[in-house]
């Protein structure tokens, strides 16, 4: 925990050129990128989660519960994420069936 702001501590991803700082920020070569809250949860939770498939009921329950527009949140969160890397096109894989 941190003691000032008594939120978990979040360990920092790095992934290609890209680093997911412990306080949320996203960067690209040391550049700041923006990312909405939304998509940033969803972005950790996959990072979390590498070499695993992440189904897509366990997204919708921890992210939209009980919301009927869920799974399009959820699909535009994903095609909003990989339009970011859209220089990576393996950087978020549908699995079709399981996840992603």
Not at 48 to 73: C, G, I, N, Q, T
Not at 74 to 81: D, E
């Amino acid at each position: 925990m941190d003691s000032a702001t008594d939120q978990p501590l979040v360990k920092p991803f790095v992934f290609d050129h890209w680093l997911l700082q412990s306080d949320g920020t996203l960067m690209r070569d040391g550049q700041g990128v923006h990312v909405p809250p939304k998509e940033l949860h969803v972005l950790r939770l996959l990072l979390k989660s590498v070499d695993s498939v992440m189904s897509k009921d366990y997204l919708l329950d921890h992210f939209w519960p009980r919301m009927d527009a869920a799974e399009e949140s959820l699909t535009r969160c994903i095609h909003a994420l990989l339009k970011e890397h859209k220089e990576h096109k393996d950087f978020i894989m549908t699995v079709y069936g399981q996840g992603y």
